[in-house]
């Protein structure tokens, strides 16, 4: 899988966690939830996101990458 798809796929389970265990455990992990969007609407703005980097340290390769 390429980093852009990693990228969507933890955001939405980051998402996803959150709402349920803010909506089943506390309301603080509704924090957890407005992070990742605040984060995702950064990223669309600067074209630069933290887990892109990570991502990368993991081995993760860009779309279209071709060895």
Same mark, same amino acid.
Do not use: D
């Given at each position: 899988?390429?980093?852009?798809?990693? =990228?969507?796929?933890? +955001?939405? /389970?980051? /998402? #996803? +966690?959150?709402? *349920?265990?803010?909506?089943?455990?506390?309301?603080?992990? $509704?924090? =957890? #939830? *407005? $992070? +990742?969007? =605040?984060?995702?609407? &950064?990223?669309? $703005? #600067?074209?630069?996101? !933290?887990? /892109?980097?990570? %991502? &990368?340290? %993991?081995? *993760?390769?860009? +779309?279209?990458?071709? !060895?």
């Amino acid at each position: 899988m390429n980093i852009e798809r990693w =990228l969507r796929l933890i +955001a939405g /389970v980051v /998402v #996803t +966690a959150s709402v *349920a265990l803010g909506m089943l455990v506390n309301h603080r992990w $509704f924090y =957890l #939830t *407005a $992070f +990742a969007g =605040l984060n995702l609407l &950064q990223s669309g $703005f #600067t074209n630069w996101c !933290p887990m /892109v980097w990570v %991502l &990368q340290k %993991l081995g *993760a390769k860009p +779309a279209g990458y071709r !060895p």
